[in-house]
C-alpha cells in the first residue's frame, strides 16, 4: 500500500468498474420490494455547487443502504433544461459572438441551446460520477427527451380539455429584462427604501354635503375657486396615468358622500369616477386607493368586480407605452421623476415621505418586475390542489422535519391560478394552434395542419414554451413511461423519498403532489426530506 491515499486513481479504477458491471442498475423483474429516488434534475446551465453535493450525497447514503438491505433500488439521474436561465445563458454567448437569437431565427437558436446543453449537462453528469453517486445511469433522462416531451404534451392537453387549462388577459409578473412572464414564487421580494408620494385629485362633479375633505384654490377664467380634493398616496406614481378609479371603504365616514362622484386625474387631465370596495384599508395612508387595473394585482381584482377599464401605460421593455401621453418611451423610473416634477409645478403634490416597502424582482436576473396586463396560459390550480393538501393532511405524504407542512398549507390554501406561458424559445412549445381566419385555438397532442372547426390551412403554433416547473412536476412519473403504461411504473411509483432543500418546496414538490395525484394515479412519493440551504458568509 502507499503511504498516502490518492483518491484520484483508487476512485476512478473502482467506481469504471462498478458502473461496467451495472451494480448501479435497477431490474424491474426482480421480485424484491422496490425503493426508488428521482434526482431533483439539476439545471443545465453550470456547474454543481455544495448544495448539490449535499443533496445528492444524502441520497447516496439512502440508496446504498437500501441496496444492502436487500431492496431493488431505482436512483433515477437526469437534468432539467430550465428555459429561463439557459435562455440567458446562450444569449450572452450570442452577445459575445456579435450577434443574438433574433438574428438567428428561432429554430437555429434552439440548435444552440442542444449544443450547449450537449456541453453543460455532459459536465453536470460527470461531476455526480467523480462525487460517486450510484445513480442508474442507464436510465438518465433530460426534460425535453422524446418521451419527458411526450409526457408534457399529454398532460398539456388533458387539462385544457378538462377546462384546467385557460388561456386570458390577466395581470401577471412580467420581467422587463428577461421579456417573459414569471409565476409568483419566481418573483423574489425584498424590502427597499422608497417613497410615499400623496397627490391631490381634485373632485370635479359633485362636492358632497357635509364632507370633510380639504380645498384647493383652483383657478378658472381668471376666478379663483375653492375645490375639493382628495389624497391618495402611493410608491408608483408613474402608473397614475393608468388609473381608472379612485376606491374609498364604504364604512369610511370621510369619504361616504364622495362615493360615486367624479374626480380629475393629475396631468393625465381624465376624469375617473369614486368607487366603495371594502378591500380599501381606512387606516393606510390616506384611505384611499388610486386603481390601476393594469398594474397592480389588487387594482386588477378590484377594477374586475367594478368593471373598470385596464389602460396599459408600461409596455413590456419596462419603458411608457403608448397611452402614457407626453411620457411616452422613457424608462418607468425616469418617467417616474419627470411626472413628480410636472405634479409639484401644477400644484397637486402635497408631499413625499421615505417608505420602506417590499419589492418584487426576478429570481433569475435581478430586475424590478412590472405587474403587467398580458395574455397568457394558465392552469386553474385549486382543483389540482385541494387533494394535495389533503395527502399531507391524512399522512400519505410526509414531510420530515414537519414543522415545514405548516409552510406547505400556508402557500397551498392561497394558492393562485398558475401562469405557464413564458415569453422565450428554449422549452416546450405550447401544443395550441391559433386560426387566423376563424379565431379558433386547436390544442392537440399531435402537430396539426389545419384548423379543427373551420379546416383552414392557416393556422399558426403558439410561440410561447411552457414554464420550465411544468415538465419537471410529471419527474417522478415522466422518468419511468408515462403516459405508457410501463413495467417501471408498476414496480417503482410512488417513489420513496425525495430529497430536497426548502427553498423549492412550492416550485417543484408541492406541483409533483399535485401532478402525481391527478396523472400518476397516486402520491408521487411517501416521504419529502426537507435539508437545509448551504449559505456563504453573505448567506
Known amino acids: ?110 440548435e444552440k441551446v442542444w449544443k450547449w446543453k450537449k456541453k453543460s449537462g455532459g459536465d453536470i453528469i460527470k461531476q455526480l460520477k467523480r462525487l460517486g453517486a450510484s445513480c442508474d445511469w442507464q436510465r438518465e433522462r433530460f426534460t425535453m427527451d422524446e418521451g419527458l416531451s411526450e409526457a408534457v404534451r399529454e398532460v398539456f392537453v388533458r387539462l385544457y380539455e378538462e377546462g384546467l387549462i385557460y388561456k386570458g388577459d390577466r395581470l401577471i409578473n412580467w420581467c422587463p429584462r428577461c421579456h417573459t412572464a414569471l409565476s409568483d414564487i419566481e418573483v423574489e421580494h425584498e424590502e427597499q427604501k422608497g417613497h410615499l408620494y400623496y397627490i391631490k385629485y381634485p373632485i370635479i362633479r359633485g362636492k358632497g354635503q357635509g364632507a370633510s375633505l380639504p380645498l384647493q384654490v383652483v383657478s378658472r377664467g381668471g376666478k379663483e375657486d375653492k375645490q375639493p380634493f382628495i389624497t391618495i398616496a402611493t410608491t408608483r406614481p408613474e402608473t397614475m396615468l393608468g388609473d381608472t378609479a379612485v376606491a374609498v371603504n364604504p364604512e369610511d365616514e370621510r369619504y361616504r358622500n364622495f362615493i360615486g362622484k367624479t374626480v380629475l386625474l393629475p396631468i393625465a387631465n381624465r376624469e375617473i369616477p369614486v368607487i366603495a370596495d371594502t378591500y380599501v384599508d381606512m387606516s393606510f395612508g390616506t384611505g384611499a386607493l388610486k386603481i390601476t387595473p393594469a398594474h397592480d394585482f389588487n387594482d386588477f381584482e378590484i377594477g374586475m368586480r367594478h368593471s373598470l377599464p385596464q389602460i396599459k401605460v408600461i409596455a413590456e421593455d419596462g419603458s411608457m407605452g403608448e397611452d402614457a401621453g407626453k411620457y411616452k418611451g422613457l424608462d418607468r423610473f425616469k418617467c417616474r421623476k419627470a411626472l413628480v416634477k410636472d405634479l409639484e409645478k401644477e400644484g397637486y403634490l402635497i408631499k413625499i415621505e421615505d417608505y420602506t416597502h417590499s419589492i418584487g424582482k426576478c429570481y433569475r436576473c435581478k430586475t424590478i418586475v412590472e405587474p403587467n396586463l398580458s395574455k397568457q396560459w394558465f392552469v386553474r390550480i385549486k382543483p389540482l390542489a385541494e387533494p394535495a393538501i389533503e395527502a399531507v393532511k391524512d399522512g400519505r405524504v410526509r414531510i420530515i422535519p414537519k414543522g415545514w407542512e405548516n409552510t406547505y398549507f400556508e402557500w397551498m390554501n392561497n394558492i393562485k391560478d398558475w401562469c405557464i406561458s413564458r415569453q422565450i424559445w428554449c422549452g416546450h412549445r405550447i401544443p395550441a394552434w391559433l386560426c387566423s381566419d376563424c379565431g379558433e385555438i386547436t390544442v392537440s397532442k399531435h402537430d396539426v395542419k389545419e384548423c379543427s372547426k373551420c379546416g383552414s390551412k392557416k393556422i399558426e403554433q403558439e410561440s410561447d414554451v411552457l414554464d420550465t416547473w411544468f415538465s419537471s412536476a410529471l419527474w417522478p412519473f415522466s422518468t419511468l413511461g408515462w403516459p405508457r403504461n410501463t413495467k417501471e411504473l408498476k414496480v417503482f411509483y410512488p417513489t420513496s423519498v425525495l430529497v430536497t432543500s426548502f427553498d423549492i418546496l412550492f416550485f417543484w414538490v408541492a406541483r409533483m403532489i399535485m401532478m402525481g395525484l391527478k396523472f400518476g394515479g397516486d402520491i408521487p412519493f411517501r416521504d419529502v426530506y426537507i435539508h437545509a440551504l448551504v449559505r456563504d458568509a453573505e448567506g
Not at 7 to 22: A, S, V
Not at 25 to 41: G, M, R, Y
Not at 61 to 88: E, Y
Request: with cysteine; aromatic share 10%; charged share 25%.
Open 1 to 110: 500500500m502507499e503511504k498516502v491515499f490518492e483518491p484520484q486513481k483508487i476512485e476512478e479504477k473502482w467506481y469504471k468498474l462498478w458502473t461496467e458491471k451495472g451494480y448501479f442498475h435497477a431490474d424491474e423483474n426482480l421480485d424484491k420490494p422496490s425503493f426508488c429516488i428521482v434526482i431533483p434534475p439539476p439545471n443545465i446551465t453550470g456547474a454543481l455547487h455544495i448544495g448539490h453535493a449535499l443533496n445528492n450525497t444524502i441520497q447516496d447514503i439512502l440508496i446504498r443502504w437500501k441496496r444492502m438491505d436487500g431492496f431493488n433500488v431505482l436512483w433515477m439521474p437526469g437534468t432539467d433544461h430550465a428555459g429561463i436561465a439557459t435562455q440567458n445563458v446562450v444569449e450572452k454567448q450570442l452577445l459575445s459572438e456579435g450577434t443574438d437569437r433574433h438574428k438567428l431565427g428561432r429554430e437555429r437558436f434552439v
